[in-house]
């Protein structure tokens, strides 16, 4: 006991900025009682762990840096990780571990050690070992984000890529997408010489895109998914916020159960929620299908995701999906689909903005491919090059999921001549690697030509540009991920002017999360740029 507080003293000296000082002094007292009992077992498992590898002869661990007794590294773990998993390259190497508790951590920081994990040992590799928040608010790890590499996660991805989201699908939902970039910039205009948030703007483009995708080719005008758009927006902030969140119980299994933070408390909360919606959402199109069949002997039109997702449940083969499996699916569509989308446009916009250079040349694009007389269509998308290149740039610089989502080796193997141990956390600092120098002319310059010479895109094939992530993990959502930020840019660019409030600086400051957002809000000002107000109807 008074070992643990001598340790807890050591590490308060230590480490004053980091967000385990942030929890209440309650709580540190619950986890060092604990802590204090469980210590004596984790000093003899791993004692044990140590003395059986050092005899066997198999490439050591990773380096890293030396770490107190118990709690492992986790004192010293500042609030920017992606900053600090960068420094500590620098000191210990492009592979490196530390321990959280007893939990083993490894970060890579090259593409050839990337290589390594995505390519040469992808299937190995292909776990997720998702926290206890993200197990609670996906169904068990029932979706395709969390789940492990298994029957259940092919078919699910099976299901994204060839219903969820194929061509033809995502074609056949192009009059969804015009809809609603048409209902935004009619909103825009009538705020003309006020301020407004583009994250909001982008965030509510985005979701009304994906519900109307999901649930809203119905029929009936009293459906009830249309009056759930703004509460799925609040609850999924929240859900991504929480995910960030580092958890006392993740890294002390065994004082889990205590819920320091309250983080399980509050994602089983988003949870109840959210299903109270899918399950409002589902039994309303069951009643109507099945008052369709009665009426008209068979559902009839163009079918929406719910209603194909319906129908691969009623299938009898490997393809069947349970209606569990369905909310999962949704959480994703929404939850995966409209943060990361929100967070890139709000990049790229602030970094437009500060650049007057650039504000030209891509309007100067627009105006040449779309013209002022006109609005942006998606078939005018694939003609704008240079707002394509601003795009990667705004990933290389920005990108939205910087240490990509944590990988889990399923059996031990070896990476850069280290042993990484079967069911560690795997992290990819991808941040780093579109920032090192060794990669990029003059990284830290935002310079969008650099991508109208050389042919990168977003499917992961070049190890030095991974916003989307690489190998069978990779981001199923690409294709629509493409189109919308794409759509969305353009029309905003090409339908007004931009400037900041009166007396109001330009700020590029990051918040460190599962994904790396904008630390202020973009709060801007529009202000009309094609001459025909109809153009704005
Ligand atoms: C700017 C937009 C987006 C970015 C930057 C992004 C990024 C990512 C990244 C980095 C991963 C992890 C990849 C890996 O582990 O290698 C991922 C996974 C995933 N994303 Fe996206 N994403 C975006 C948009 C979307 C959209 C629009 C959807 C769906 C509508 C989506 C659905 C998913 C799903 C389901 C997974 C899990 C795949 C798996 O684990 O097998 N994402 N995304």
Not at 302 to 313: G, R, S, V, Y
Request: aromatic share 8%.
């Amino acid at each position: 006991m008074v070992f643990t507080f001598i340790i807890f003293k050591k590490m308060e000296e230590l480490s004053n900025s980091s967000w385990w000082w942030e929890l209440s002094a309650s709580n540190k007292h619950h986890l060092t009682l604990a802590v204090a009992t469980i210590s004596v077992m984790i000093f003899a498992i791993s004692w044990r762990r140590w003395k059986s590898s050092s005899s066997s002869g198999a490439p050591s661990l990773p380096p890293g840096p030396r770490s107190l007794p118990i709690v492992g590294y986790l004192p010293f773990l500042g609030r920017d990780l992606h900053k600090q998993f960068r420094n500590m390259a620098h000191i210990y190497g492009p592979i490196f571990k530390f321990h959280l508790g007893s939990k083993l951590h490894v970060v890579i920081n090259t593409p050839d050690l990337v290589k390594a994990v995505v390519r040469e040992q992808d299937d190995i590799f292909s776990n997720r070992n998702p926290s206890i928040a993200a197990l609670a608010i996906s169904y068990g790890g029932r979706n395709v984000v969390f789940s492990d590499n298994n029957s259940a996660w092919r078919n699910l991805r099976k299901i994204f890529a060839q219903e969820v989201l194929s061509n033809k699908n995502l074609e056949a939902c192009r009059f969804f997408r015009r809809d609603e970039v048409r209902k935004t910039i009619k909103n825009i205009y009538s705020k003309i010489g006020t301020t407004i948030d583009i994250s909001e703007i982008a965030f509510s483009t985005e979701a009304n895109v994906l519900t109307s995708m999901v649930w809203e080719n119905t029929s009936d005008p009293n459906a009830k998914g249309r009056q759930f758009g703004a509460e799925l927006k609040r609850i999924s902030s929240n859900i991504v916020e929480l995910l960030g969140q580092p958890n006392l119980s993740d890294i002390f299994p065994s004082v889990a159960w205590l819920d320091l933070q309250g983080i399980l408390r509050k994602m089983k909360r988003q949870l109840h929620q959210l299903d109270e919606i899918f399950t409002t959402i589902i039994e309303d199109r069951i009643i109507s299908n099945s008052k369709k069949r009665k009426d008209a002997g068979g559902h009839e039109g163009k079918k929406d995701l719910l209603q194909i997702l319906l129908e691969l449940m009623d299938q009898k083969d490997a393809t069947s999906i349970s209606i569990t499996q369905i909310k999962a699916l949704l959480l994703d569509i929404m939850v995966a689909g409209s943060e990361t989308t929100t967070t890139l446009i709000e990049w790229a916009m602030a970094e437009i903005m500060q650049n007057d250079d650039i504000m030209k040349k891509v309007q100067q694009e627009l105006e040449e491919i779309v013209g002022l007389d006109n609005i942006v269509e998606e078939s005018h998308l694939p003609k704008l090059q240079y707002l394509d290149a601003i795009i990667k740039e705004t990933f290389r610089l920005h990108p939205v999921v910087p240490l990509i989502l944590p990988r889990s080796p399923s059996q031990d193997c070896i990476v850069g001549g280290y042993t990484i141990p079967k069911g560690c956390t795997v992290l990819l600092n991808v941040w780093s690697i579109h920032r090192d120098p060794r990669y990029w002319d003059n990284p830290l310059i935002f310079n969008p030509e650099r991508f109208l010479t050389n042919k990168y895109d977003f499917k992961g094939g070049n190890l030095n540009f991974l916003p989307f992530g690489s190998g069978r993990r990779l981001c199923p959502g690409v294709p629509l991920a493409e189109k919308m930020q794409m759509y969305i840019l353009a029309s905003l660019l090409h339908s007004f002017d931009w400037s900041l409030p009166e007396g109001e600086e330009h700020d590029l400051s990051e918040k460190f999360g599962i994904s790396l957002k904008k630390k202020e809000p973009l709060i801007v000002v529009p202000s009309q740029r094609l001459p025909n107000e109809n153009l704005y109807m």
